[in-house]
């Protein structure tokens, strides 16, 4: 076999393992190559963060638009004016819900007190207070008063019944009091 001629193996101590020549190449060479890349990396990172907040920012701004154009909404007279009426009418509605739960209905004796009136008198009110009823009349025609304390005074249904009666220019004004006896069915 061939042999090759062995070559000495030395080590040089007075030529530096560091010489500025080789540490310029070394450095220009980790630039071209590893730090290139690097840098080109870095720099993708940075377009990267650029893109997405220029995307964010867009997405921001249509939201806050979408926002303005819906607080002018809620702004506007018309609906403000609605929206409190509409909460009005949600409180009034709870009230009568727990009014109808706790009051006695009264509807068959108001219609029945309402249609015993004669047609020639005006009602000005009437109120009911635990089995109390007061009217307020007036009328022109004293004939059709005085029938109409008759029918209450012989009604069975009612007791103590007060009427009093003014004379204004040519109209009475007449108030009324009884108590109801028994429920009208």
Avoid: C, H
Avoid at 29 to 54: E, H, N
Avoid at 112 to 138: A, C, D, F, K, Y
């Amino acid at each position: 076999m061939l042999k090759a001629k062995d070559q000495t193996k030395s080590i040089n101590f007075l030529e530096p393992a560091g010489s500025t020549d080789s540490v310029l190449q070394t450095s220009f060479s980790w630039l071209t190559t590893i730090g290139k890349w690097m840098l080109m990396g870095v720099q993708a990172i940075v377009l990267g963060a650029f893109a997405f907040r220029l995307i964010n920012d867009g997405k921001n701004n249509d939201l806050t638009s979408k926002i303005d154009a819906q607080v002018k909404v809620l702004e506007n007279e018309t609906w403000k004016k609605n929206v409190i009426k509409y909460e009005n009418l949600q409180t009034l509605l709870g009230d009568i819900k727990v009014i109808k739960e706790g009051q006695e209905l009264n509807s068959n004796l108001i219609s029945e007190i309402i249609n015993g009136i004669p047609l020639t008198m005006n009602v000005e009110s009437i109120s009911i207070s635990s089995q109390r009823v007061t009217l307020s009349l007036t009328t022109s025609d004293f004939k059709a008063l005085r029938d109409y304390e008759d029918s209450l005074k012989n009604n069975t249904y009612y007791s103590d019944v007060r009427v009093s009666i003014d004379k204004v220019g040519n109209e009475y004004d007449v108030s009324i009091n009884f108590t109801v006896i028994k429920e009208i069915e």
